[in-house]
């Protein structure tokens, strides 16, 4: 998908305002995409309308994006309609990414394992792939009513998570005074915050029927009370944690 990279030059870093910035190292990639590096790799930036070319896997990243480049800053511009899969999977230093108001979805595994990563602006968002932010360092996470599609393990690993909050009026998710994460159609526990301060006892509000992959991983709960509702618990749901004990309704598989 990458084009030969070239020595410097410029690229039009955004179609719409046309202004340019001159770049060390520059290419192409997907349909009519450009990516540049500042000259010392601290930035990277892409540009591009808009859907991102979905990159095939793990190694078939955005051009540049080698573990050893810096690229603290990765700056995106023009009308980009969507992140690719893959896209900054790896991107460890990278710990701001400017996206356009313009990007809606972000592909699978867009960002994963990106260490440095904090924060992130889900206020135009509407759709997220599978582990797209899996491994993160987020602290905390606001779900907007308007993000109403988010796959399974799309923040799984997040082991700095203390806290979830989502917007009044969203119809597709839900937190309980815990602040763990719900999914409403599916009945899906999706997310317990696994950085939350010790919790002696903890109660999976009656109705969540499915558990999705490491809810429990590594968390701090003493005891976990499983509805009558579950009826299905991912193999991985509970690994490497100190429960005290578990009380399972005898109607759960998996």
């Known amino acids: 998908p990458a084009g030969r990279p070239v020595s410097g030059g410029a690229i039009t870093v955004s179609p719409v305002s046309g202004s340019a910035i001159t770049v060390n190292m520059k290419g192409t990639f997907g349909d009519g995409f450009e990516w540049g590096a500042s000259e010392n790799d601290e930035t990277l930036y892409i540009a591009g309308n808009g859907k991102m070319y979905n990159f095939d896997d793990a190694s078939d990243k955005v051009p540049r994006a080698d573990k050893n480049a810096w690229h603290l800053n990765v700056v995106v511009e023009g009308n980009v309609t969507s992140i690719g899969d893959y896209a900054f999977k790896e991107f460890y230093n990278s710990d701001t990414f400017v996206l356009p108001d313009t990007v809606t979805r972000i592909g699978n595994y867009s960002f994963f394992d990106c260490a440095a990563m904090k924060t992130f602006d889900f206020s135009n968002i509407t759709s997220i792939g599978t582990k797209a932010f899996a491994k993160n360092k987020f602290e905390s996470l606001y779900i907007p009513k308007t993000l109403t599609d988010i796959a399974m393990e799309a923040f799984s690993e997040a082991y700095s998570l203390t806290e979830i909050v989502v917007e009044d009026g969203n119809p597709n998710y839900f937190t309980d005074a815990m602040g763990a994460l719900f999914e409403t159609e599916s009945k899906t526990m999706m997310v317990y915050p696994k950085a939350k301060s010790y919790v002696g006892s903890y109660t999976i509000p009656e109705g969540i029927e499915k558990m999705e992959s490491g809810v429990f991983e ?35 598989t998996g």
């Open 218 to 252: 590594g968390v701090a709960v003493g005891t976990v009370v499983f509805p009558s509702t579950m009826s299905y618990v991912d193999s991985g749901s509970c690994r490497n944690n100190s429960f005290t004990s578990l009380t399972i309704p005898n109607t759960v």
